[in-house]
């Protein structure tokens, strides 16, 4: 007699629960660094549309430093880090591209 995959009855079987919610667990996990990746593309975008609306680069620099001194984040963290966990970019990477803005577009 043939054993049945993972010992379940059917394919329908409760006991199976555990396994497809462990595939969908690893599954994410995978993934994950993929849309981290376009979640921070897509901020980019927003803090590069946020200086041309408003023009005020160091209104910008000021709030995110304000916002990494009042959240105690890592302004700088490693690269595996960001790829892996930050759906936004680093605050440092976020100042410099404002910095980078402003000497760009002021006359």
Do not use: C, Y
């Not at 059917?10 to 996990?29: N, T």
């Amino acid at each position: 007699m043939e054993r049945p995959p993972f010992l379940l009855k059917s394919q329908w079987d409760a006991a199976g629960i555990p396994l497809v919610l462990l595939l969908f667990m690893l599954g994410e996990w995978l993934i994950s660094p993929v849309q981290n990746a376009v979640s921070r593309h897509f901020e980019r975008q927003a803090d590069m549309v946020s200086l041309e609306l408003t023009r005020t680069p160091d209104v910008f620099i000021a709030a995110e430093k304000k916002l990494a001194r009042d959240n105690i984040s890592n302004v700088a963290p490693p690269l595996v880090s960001v790829w892996f966990f930050n759906t936004h970019p680093p605050a440092v990477e976020r100042i410099q591209m404002a910095e980078e803005w402003k000497m760009q577009n002021e006359k």
